[in-house]
């Protein structure tokens, strides 16, 4: 590689680098945000916490924040270790990608099967009408079924069946229409009406499913993009990596030509 090709190849993937090291700490901070903003929904799928929102960016961002600092200080500072440190990570990375996304697609209706299994178990049997915390499992369902205007995780019957009101066709108020909310007395919460015309018609986790295909094209572009930078910084790197060995072996950037 001549002179000039390699200081561009350089600090384009200096440069790179920096922006991939301030997306990595603009994800951290929005994993950080959402472990403390909305830690409580966690007790929805404890089995699956790991997988959560904020897991991931957590995880992402910490990634992200390494990766780019090995490519930084690699490329600036011609170090061939650290080089080698961040395309063995990028491989690392897109492998880890490649056999989540597949699985993932392989798996994706007994995923939905499992989710819908552990949201009824914890909704029958950990629902404890007595606990009011911010994280309890009653807050939270409260707090999603008024949101996203739901009642239960396939409709409003699976709270016939749980633990806390046994033989009672019961529902939480956060179930309740506005209108029946508003027009409930005392001594009958309309959550005990037993009427259910006056309650959300579908279940939390067919909302809850729609809202995520809804947004899978957003996933789609994300992916497409860190593939094409991750691409990029493996020739990068391996480029550098070459370049800098030859440099230190030759001590020049160009060839040494034959003698004619």
């Known amino acids: 590689m001549s002179k000039s090709g390699y200081t561009c190849v350089r600090y384009v993937f200096c440069w790179m680098n920096v922006i991939l090291w301030i997306t990595g700490c603009g994800i951290l901070g929005v994993g950080l945000w959402l472990r403390i903003a909305y830690e409580g929904y ?129 529902v939480p108020e956060s179930c309740c229409l506005p209108a029946a909310y508003v027009n409930q007395t005392e001594k009958k919460p309309c959550g005990h009406s037993e009427n259910s015309e006056d309650w959300y018609p579908k279940g939390c986790y067919e909302q809850i499913q729609m809202w995520f295909v809804q947004r899978l094209h957003i996933v789609g572009v994300v992916g497409l993009l860190v593939a094409f930078i991750q691409l990029f910084g493996l020739i990068s790197s391996m480029l550098l990596f070459c370049t800098v060995k030859h440099k230190r072996t030759s001590y020049t950037y160009k060839s040494y030509e034959p003698n004619a």
């Not at 790991?50 to 990634?63: F, H, Q, R």
């Not at 897109?94 to 949201?119: C, K, N, P, T």
């Not at 369902?141 to 633990?163: A, P, T």
């Open 42 to 170: 966690a007790t929805l799928l404890p089995e699956y916490a790991l997988l959560g929102a904020d897991s991931l960016a957590i995880a992402v961002g910490t990634i992200a924040f390494v990766l780019a600092f090995c490519g930084c200080c690699g490329s600036w500072f011609q170090s061939r270790w650290m080089l080698i440190t961040y395309f063995s990570l990028v491989v690392f990375m897109f492998v880890a990608e490649f056999l989540m996304g597949s699985l993932a697609f392989v798996f994706r209706e007994r995923l939905g099967h499992i989710m819908r299994r552990e949201l009824q178990d914890g909704l029958r049997h950990h629902y404890n009408i007595t606990a009011h915390g911010p994280y309890s499992l009653v807050t939270i369902w409260d707090h999603l079924q008024s949101e996203v205007r739901c009642c239960g995780v396939d409709n409003y019957e699976d709270w016939y069946s749980i633990d806390a009101w046994v033989n009672e066709r019961w």
